[in-house]
């Protein structure tokens, strides 16, 4: 359908919600028609068209009261915007992001009219997938901001809680906010703990510690591991980069720089917790050779965030990388 039959077609539709002598506006039918004239166009691979027909449908659904259509109609448009923004990229060094940032708008009405429905899940759900697409976009600061908010409205699911932690995290990392990720590393594990001890007090010694010796199997024992080893890293980058800030970690640091093996890290393997301790004793001491060594013995037990982390760490230091 070419620019011309589209217009043609929308007004035509937009015709027919024209007041008239004895007659009200049948915005029903309307919405129908709208959201025919959207599946066409969206198969036609015109997805801004499509979105403008889906946003005319949702004011029709809202005009009849009908808000819980509304706000999935507004989630289809934003949904189409913005893989009309994906679709401008691939062909296009620079674009405006109208696309985008309508799809944002859209998102965010719909969020909205969830919250006042009583549907909390669908907000938190779109809120997710919200911060997953401005992560896609490049738009890391507000993704943090949006993963912090559906974590805050989880309130009954821990593990998808520590799962929007973490991703929250990924982008900090990303943006080298050191001190806001090591807030959302300590937040993961009081989450952790809280799961299996309400009551337990995480504000002294070693919260990694007491995470790992609750969770003792399944999901959570690895989020107790994957939370410690990034904490290690990022001590250190915030040893370089805000001192003051290295301080919340000081449990840890001390566990990992003592010369005894006590306290036992439940959590951990042996061969982990060696390679973990001769990084930190070889960061601790600035010798480079032993870091590019320790570097190379417990790289490969890293996640992806985690060699991205350790990588920025040892730039800071200004040692090689070899791994």
Known sequence: MEAPDFYESYRAIQGRLKKRFMRRPNHGEAALSFHELQGQLAEEGKNSYAAFCALAAARCEAAVKQHDKEADTLVKAGQLMFTAEAADRAHLTVTDESDYQDGVNCYLLAIQLYIQLGLAAYATTLCIELAHVMKIFSHLEDAV???????????????????????????????????????????????????????????????????????????????????????????????????????????????????????????LDVNLELQLRHLVMALAEDDAESIQQAQLDVYPRLNAMQRDLLHELLVLKGIDQLA
């Open 145 to 267: 901001r949006y993963y912090l908010k559906a974590s805050d409205m989880l309130t009954e699911s821990p593990l998808m809680t520590i799962q929007c932690l973490f991703d929250a995290l990924e982008c900090e990392l990303r943006l080298k906010w050191y001190r806001r990720a090591a807030n959302s590393v300590v937040h993961i594990v009081h989450t952790v703990v809280s799961m299996f001890d309400s009551n337990a007090s995480t504000e002294d010694g070693d919260p990694f510690l007491l995470a790992g010796r609750l969770a003792t199997y399944g999901a959570a024992r690895q989020v107790a591991i994957d939370a410690e080893v990034t904490a290690l890293l990022l001590m250190f980058c915030l040893h370089l980069t805000d001192p003051d800030q290295a301080t919340i970690f000081r449990g840890l640091r001390l566990r990992y720089t003592s010369l005894s093996m006590s306290p036992i890290a439940q959590h």
